[in-house]
């Protein structure tokens, strides 16, 4: 019994990751289910639980000394998939369709951004504790919540487009710059499990009743975190 729990939760972060990976692709068709502004929802919840997959998965993995060369790089497509095509797709369905040959233009940027970004990460040793560029679930946070936001308040479409594309065009930048963004520290915070317990359900609870308050609010806190990068560059 006890060799066959072990070999169950040995593919316990393999599992989260697939999930990571099945929540991107049901973000992706939902999108193109729909389309406008009622199209969001739930691609942006589905990104949203993808990234709390996307956190938890690495973790594990590192905690019970079971990772692989297979699940990092399902991991990574997983990244590609939910964090860069998933958001591509719903800026695109959502505002810039209207833009045509532009707006695919613009949009696909932020894809292939994501993907060298990616890449780069394959290839490169990062130092612990630190994201050397900004990593890629915050342009795709805060596109989604964007988004959210954007159908909340009713903003003009040609400045909702505007502010967009700028910001896909400073996201795609700052994902390949030497500016070190901090590393979450999720094994701290499950080793404090039975202290913030009550605040992880409440927030699950507010996510699952009051998704687009929620998806939208956590624009700023986002924000916020990629104007930390501008603290510290990488020399090197």
């Known amino acids: 019994m006890q060799f066959v729990i072990e070999r169950l939760r040995r593919q316990v972060?393999?599992?989260?990751?697939?999930?990571?990976?099945?929540?991107?692709?049901?973000?992706?068709?939902?999108?193109?289910?729909?389309?406008?502004?009622?199209?969001?929802y739930p691609a942006s919840l589905f990104i949203v639980l993808a990234m709390v997959c996307d956190g938890l998965d690495g973790v594990l993995a590192r905690r019970w000394h079971v990772v692989s060369a297979f699940g990092r790089q399902i991991d990574i497509l997983a990244d590609l998939l939910t964090f860069g095509v998933a958001p591509s797709v719903s800026v695109f369905r959502i505002c810039l369709y209207e833009l045509g040959s532009v707006g695919i233009l613009f949009a696909a940027l932020l894809a292939l951004a994501t993907a060298?970004?990616?890449?780069?990460?394959?290839?490169?040793?990062?130092?612990?504790g630190d994201f050397i560029g900004l990593p890629v679930p915050v342009p795709a946070l805060l596109i989604v919540s964007l988004l959210e936001i954007a159908q909340l308040t009713g903003l003009d479409t040609i400045a909702y487009q505007t502010v967009l594309i700028l910001l896909i065009i400073v996201l795609a930048v700052l994902m390949h710059t030497r500016f070190i963004y901090p590393r979450p520290n999720m094994a701290h915070l499950l080793s404090?499990?039975?202290r913030i317990w009550p605040v992880a359900i409440l927030s699950f609870f507010v996510l699952i009743c009051f998704p687009h308050a929620f998806i939208s609010v956590l624009f700023f806190p986002v924000f916020i975190y990629l104007l930390l990068g501008f603290r510290k560059l990488r020399n090197s």
């Open 13 to 40: 972060p393999n599992l989260l990751t697939l999930t990571h990976l099945f929540l991107g692709m049901m973000a992706i068709l939902s999108v193109c289910a729909n389309h406008g502004q009622q199209a969001i």
């Open 116 to 128: 060298m970004r990616l890449a780069r990460l394959n290839n490169l040793n990062e130092e612990p």
């Open 192 to 194: 404090r499990w039975n």
